[in-house]
């Protein structure tokens, strides 16, 4: 038991870290090449470090002495996470679809297809990485197992926006370059539009868990 808790912290540790450094890049690079799909990448990144520290506090407030004394409160600290990151998560989705759809109707959006392609191709390995360590101590609890759906999504998301950046350059050097500036946008609108079910479903499934321990607490 012990040892599983120092690998759960090291790893939620572990992913923070990533999703820090992702986000700094992200955010800063999206800016500079005036692409809107990399900024809600890094953003991704930044909600996913502050509901990755989330996590990390609810670890320490497992081993409070009021949820000593009361096992099956301590039980719903974990499942009450998971909710409010799939949550936050989804709201974060709408955002960047409302963003997009912004964007596209103000004409779209000029990128520079060259820095963005350097930066979905670090992307994309560097999320897929992170997601395989998670991943292989995902059974270990729902934090981890949330932790490694998020990073699933970013994988995913980055693997899409790395596509979306070679299409753009195709675009941009045929006889159908004047859609090119819609490539980034619409990007985000697939992506958001897409990606929100995964967190309403993690939110659905920890609050069913939710209930489930508040019915056995009650049957006592």
Known sequence: ??????????LLSFSSFSSFLFALLGIS???????????????YSLVSL????????????????????QPNKA????????????????AMCLFSFGSAVLAIVNGGRDVDT???LVFGLINVVGCIATYLILTRASKQSLLLDAEAKQWLMDSVISGAVLLGFV????????????????ADPAMVIIASAYFVWVPLKMTLRALNQL?????LEFSY
Not at 29 to 43: H, N, P, R, T
């Open 167 to 182: 299409v753009a350059m195709l675009l941009s050097k045929s006889a159908y370059a004047a859609f090119a500036v819609y």
């Open 114 to 116: 060259g820095l963005a």
């Open 29 to 43: 690079l999206g800016f500079w090449a005036g692409s809107l799909v990399i900024v809600f990448d890094g953003a």
């Open 75 to 90: 039980l719903m600290i974990e499942p009450a996470v998971v909710a409010f990151k799939g949550l936050a998560i989804s």
């Open 1 to 10: 038991m012990f040892r599983s808790a120092v690998s759960e912290k090291t």
């Open 211 to 215: 209930n489930s321990i508040r019915k």
């Open 50 to 69: 502050a509901l990755t520290l989330v996590s990390l506090g609810s670890l320490a407030l497992r081993k409070h002495p009021v949820f000593e004394e």
